[in-house]
């Protein structure tokens, strides 16, 4: 079993950053495929960001050299970094925890969630 608690959202002007970070509970933390995704209003929930082991990670084009995920075993936390910010990245931003392969990010019953974290990015 693994707990996920995602916090660092906020509001931010265009083209600032944000630093999310995801801290898990539970064992084998080091384990995980450990992955971002986001739900803006209106639209369904999309993968933003996954990384396995210390330095294999995988993005979306849509965030891909704005975003970078990264992750410290020690401290069982994963983080995001979000760059260049844009209005359109506006969302709750999940952190979830999996065994697939980093290249698999279609959600499994066994996958683990936490409850989100609120980003604004204004014009």
């Known amino acids: 079993q693994v707990q996920l608690v995602e916090s660092g959202g906020g509001l931010v002007q265009a083209g600032g950053s944000l630093r999310l970070s995801c801290a898990a509970s539970?064992?084998?933390?080091?384990?995980?495929?450990m992955g971002w995704y986001r739900q803006a209003p209106g639209k369904e929930r999309e993968f933003i960001a996954a990384?396995?082991?210390?330095?294999?990670?995988y993005y979306a084009d849509s965030v891909n050299g704005r975003f970078t995920i990264s992750r410290d075993n020690a401290k069982s936390t994963v983080y995001l970094q979000m760059n260049s910010l844009k209005p359109g990245d506006t969302a709750i931003y999940y952190c979830?925890?999996?065994?697939?392969?980093?290249?698999?990010?279609?959600?499994?019953?066994?996958?683990?969630w936490g409850q989100g974290t609120h980003v604004t990015v204004s014009p």
């Open positions: 990384i396995k082991g210390s330095d294999n990670t």
């Open positions: 979830e925890a999996d065994r697939k392969s980093i290249l698999v990010r279609t959600a499994r019953a066994d996958d683990y």
């Open positions: 539970g064992r084998s933390f080091s384990s995980y495929t």
